[in-house]
T-cell receptor
Framework: DSGVTQTPKHLITATGQRVTLRCSPR?????VYWYQQSLDQGLQFLIQ???????AKGNILERFSAQQFPDLHSELNLSSLELGDSALYFC???????????FGSGTRLTVV | AQKITQTQPGMFVQEKEAVTLDCTYD???????LFWYKQPSSGEMIFLIY????DQQNATEGRYSLNFQKARKSANLVISASQLGDSAMYFC????????????WGAGTKLIIKP
């Protein structure tokens, strides 16, 4: 157990729908990062939050949004889902990224 | 220009042999960190090893070691005595101040260990 909790582990939904992915960071970590990994691809950085505020934005679609709550857990909202959004979505956390991230086990999203 | 380059998309290695996975990086900042992560077929991302740019010695963690050649901007991962369970994707990543301490990722190398 890495200490970063992601729920759900698997999600199957239809095109056009909206889903919410949840992440609880490791205790003491202030930063949360969201990544998307499509099949056999590398990691695409989506967005980073630090202590409740957005810190950096990557290739995140306008249909996607995220937030970090006062208790530091984070949610990634994906709306108007398309088949191409099927991917593994990772959350990672760190205190300050100096020594890297700790990853959650990911949410595997399948859009049908 | 690519900041992290992993030139080997895939590798096959015989069990018990040593493996070297290549990673070259590009940065002008003197302070940076290099990481290797393993992603088995189950999907989770597992931290393996870290090397700081000012570290005098190459990092080691059990069967993993990092062959850090600063002048060549190379940070190759060496796995000694490979095991079937080492079959996975391996990602090299770099942290630098210019990127606001984001990790910059390579494309990964798929390692398959043959029995």
């Amino acid at each position: 157990d890495s200490g970063v909790t992601q729920t759900p582990k698997h999600l199957i939904t239809a095109t056009g729908q909206r889903v919410t992915l949840r992440c609880s960071p490791r205790s003491g970590d202030l930063s949360v990062y969201w990544y998307q990994q499509s099949l056999d691809q590398g990691l695409q950085f989506l967005i980073q939050y630090y202590n409740g505020e957005e810190r950096a934005k990557g290739n995140i679609l306008e249909r996607f949004s995220a937030q970090q709550f006062p208790d530091l857990h984070s949610e990634l909202n994906l709306s108007s889902l398309e088949l191409g959004d099927s991917a593994l979505y990772f959350c990672a956390s760190s205190l300050d990224a100096y020594y890297g991230y700790t990853f959650g086990s990911g949410t595997r999203l399948t859009v049908v | 220009a690519q900041k992290i380059t992993q030139t080997q998309p895939g590798m096959f290695v015989q069990e018990k042999e040593a493996v070297t996975l290549d990673c070259t990086y590009d940065t002008s900042d003197p302070s940076y960190g290099l990481f290797w992560y393993k992603q088995p077929s189950s999907g989770e991302m597992i931290f393996l090893i870290y090397q700081g740019s000012y570290d005098q010695q190459n990092a080691t963690e059990g069967r993993y070691s990092l062959n850090f050649q600063k002048a060549r901007k190379s940070a190759n991962l060496v796995i000694s005595a490979s095991q079937l369970g080492d079959s996975a994707m391996y990602f090299c990543a770099m942290r630098e101040p210019d990127s606001n301490y984001q990790l910059i990722w390579g494309a990964g190398t798929k390692l398959i260990i043959k029995p």
